[in-house]
């Protein structure tokens, strides 16, 4: 059976705005979960921190949570995604951090051309500073084009301005045309926002950097701001948001789950689950991931006797879950007479990779 396609995410930002903050955080948090870096850099990577375990070939590093780092620039990024998503690496996602100066939309075109088969874009996060995105706009306008392509988009530094000035700048930042907009403090969002984290009951052998660090922790220790690990900065993320949890026995018609999700919410940053289409496909569920306006399907052949049923799970943050829930009880195929056309099928495939339109 072939392996699930690695998710590719573009970090991106200028100088300053925190992009790395956030991805040593990631890091941190990861809950076991592989990643994969692409960094122009290892400078300001946290790798002394996570403990080098050795070199994996030129400008590759392993990481002692099992993660990876490799420092590029923009000419080496294929051959280095050749090597991250082999399935000796055991990745579950792959983060490529631009430099603060790097066009993000090029680093996307490079990702979405590769002929890589074992890797798949999975969105454009772009990291703004919230205490200096005005003076940020005024020297680099070309942050308004970068935020109207951006699938997500990371208000960081929160806490460095007042409720006014964070509500105007979020009013800002949404007329530009961005994804959906979480803010955040020191970097700090859930990893679920991006990708899926690997369950703490998949993990085996040595106890990982972060489950030691999670008991110091509860010890009260500091990080390098004079933050404590456990509050300030690595606290339960999961209760700034909210989550919504769907399942079906019939299955969804295409249409309407498509329809749902082009008017998603703004506060809704994150979708996930798996989808029946029934007899439009049953040899397949597809997998379905959304981050902010990004939205991919990937079929897979279905589980030896696993139930067939759809499951979704929604997060984001003020959310009307009421609303939602209603929303989504609506997808499921109601009986013969609701029965789709197989071509409903065609707007799912437009977001399945190498699938051409029409097929």
Known sequence: MTSKPVPVIVL???LGSGKTTLLNHLLRASRGTRIGVVVNDFGAI????MTVAGQLGDSTVSLGNGCLCCAVDASELDVFLDRLTRPDARLDVIVIEASGLAEPQELVRMVLASE??????GGLVEVVDA???DATLERHPEIARHLGIADLVVLNKADRVDDAAGQRLRDRIRGLGGGALVSATFGRIDPELLFECRPRGERVGQLSFEDLREEEDGDGH??????????????HLHAAYESVSFTADEPLHPRRLLDFLDSRPEGLYRIKGFVDFGALDPRSRYAVHAVGRFLRFHPEPWPAGERRQSGIVLIGSGIDTAALRKELDALPVAGP?????EHTMWGVLRFVPDVPEGS
Do not use: L, S
Request: hydrophobic share 25%; proline share 6%.
């Open 12 to 14: 991106a930002g200028f």
């Open 46 to 49: 946290e790798i002394d921190a």
């Open 116 to 121: 890589n088969e074992r890797g798949m874009y």
């Open 131 to 133: 205490a200096e995105f």
């Open 222 to 235: 500091q990080d390098g701001d004079g933050h404590p690990h456990g509050q300030a900065h690595d606290g």
């Open 337 to 341: 007479q609701d029965a789709p056309d």
